[in-house]
């Protein structure tokens, strides 16, 4: 996982990279989980999956514990991924909450 900062514009955009699987899954959720604890109010969580090679049910899993979890303490959450990739379609299919909105790209999801 890369980690980005702009502490100034209250965003954090971390680059999800490998499997979101059932092995993968579960050390993801506990690092994003440890990026993003600081996150005050009205900041923004970016999520780039982009580089993440699979995309299980484990893994959409993770991902929505933890940004229903940032979002319940007034953090806006984000996802990137690239429209055409499988891992769109597992979103399309699988993602439960339609509040958390994904994007094509980190700049399309901070409004750059």
Known sequence: MERGADQAAGVLAL????PLDRDGA????????ASARDLAPGS????????????????????HELTTGLRGGGVRCALVVEPDRVQARVLRLTWPDEHLPVFASVAE???D
């Open 26 to 33: 579960p050390a993801a959720g506990v690092e994003l989980s």
């Open 109 to 111: 999801a901070v409004g």
């Open 44 to 63: 923004v969580l970016v999520l780039d999956l982009r580089g993440v090679s699979v995309l299980s049910s484990a893994g959409v899993r993770v991902l």
């Open 15 to 18: 680059r999800v990279t490998g």
